[in-house]
């Protein structure tokens, strides 16, 4: 089983950036589909960008496209998402989750059942 482990949020004025990461164990990440989800106090767990596992092709919510920016580290066996031009509509407990599958890209991808304990992003002033 994947397991996951998310961090970098914390606190950030409007306008400002944070990078979370997205650390795996037990699993090369490099052979899932990787997406950031978000989910809101009162709100639904949404979709925000997802990095495919063949070519590295990428997608993003419309509320986060041309600000947010999905990327892997083989290497580090790690997902990145760059946020930038932060507003306080962003603010939400940040997840990552693998595809349930291998070897897909974004437009299959399944979210598993459990979800980690999610990173904490608070835009304000």
């Known amino acids: 089983q994947v397991h996951l482990v998310e961090s970098g949020g914390g606190l950030v004025q409007p306008g400002g950036s944070l990078r979370l990461s997205c650390a795996a164990s037990?699993?090369?990440?490099?052979?899932?589909?990787i997406a950031w989800f978000r989910q809101a106090p009162g709100k639904e767990r949404e979709e925000v960008s997802c990095i495919g596992s063949l070519d590295g092709s990428t997608t993003y919510a419309d509320s986060v496209k041309g600000r947010f920016t999905i990327s892997r580290s083989n290497d580090k066996n790690t997902v990145y998402l760059q946020m930038n031009s932060l507003k306080p509509e962003d603010t939400a407990v940040y997840y990552c989750?693998?595809?349930?599958?291998?070897?897909?890209?974004?437009?299959?991808?399944?979210?598993?059942?459990?979800w980690g304990q999610g990173t904490q992003v608070t835009v304000s002033s």
């Open positions: 989750a693998p595809d349930v599958l291998e070897g897909r890209n974004c437009g299959g991808f399944t979210a598993p059942a459990i």
């Open positions: 037990g699993a090369t990440l490099s052979y899932y589909a």
